[in-house]
C-alpha cells in the first residue's frame, strides 16, 4: 500500500519535471540536469537514494543564474515534494 502510494507520488514528479523540459525558456543544461533527475527518479535502487540523487539536482540547478523566477519557484516545489518522500 505505502510502496504504491510512494511510486504514484514519484510519478507525479517524474510529471512535474517533464513539463519543465518542455518549456522553450529553460536553457539546454537546465534541461540536461532535469533529464537527470528523472532518469534517477525512474532508476531501480531504494527510493531513498532515487530521492536523494533527484533533489541535490535540483537543488544544484535551481542556482543557476540563467533561470527565471517563476522556474526557479517550479524547481523549488519538486524539490519539497521530494522532501516529502
Do not use: G
Not at 525558456?25 to 540536469?33: F, L, S, Y
Not at 525512474?42 to 533527484?54: G, P
Amino acid at each position: 500500500m505505502m510502496t504504491k502510494m510512494i511510486n504514484e507520488k514519484v510519478a507525479n514528479m517524474v510529471e512535474m519535471i517533464a513539463e519543465l523540459q518542455e518549456d522553450s525558456t529553460i536553457p539546454r543544461n537546465v534541461k540536461n540536469k532535469l533529464e537527470f533527475c528523472s532518469n534517477a527518479l525512474q532508476e531501480d535502487i531504494e527510493i531513498s537514494l532515487r530521492v536523494d540523487k533527484a533533489k541535490h539536482a535540483i537543488e544544484e540547478v535551481s542556482e543557476d543564474s540563467n533561470l527565471e523566477a517563476y522556474t526557479r519557484t517550479q524547481l523549488w516545489n519538486i524539490a519539497s515534494e521530494l522532501e516529502k518522500l
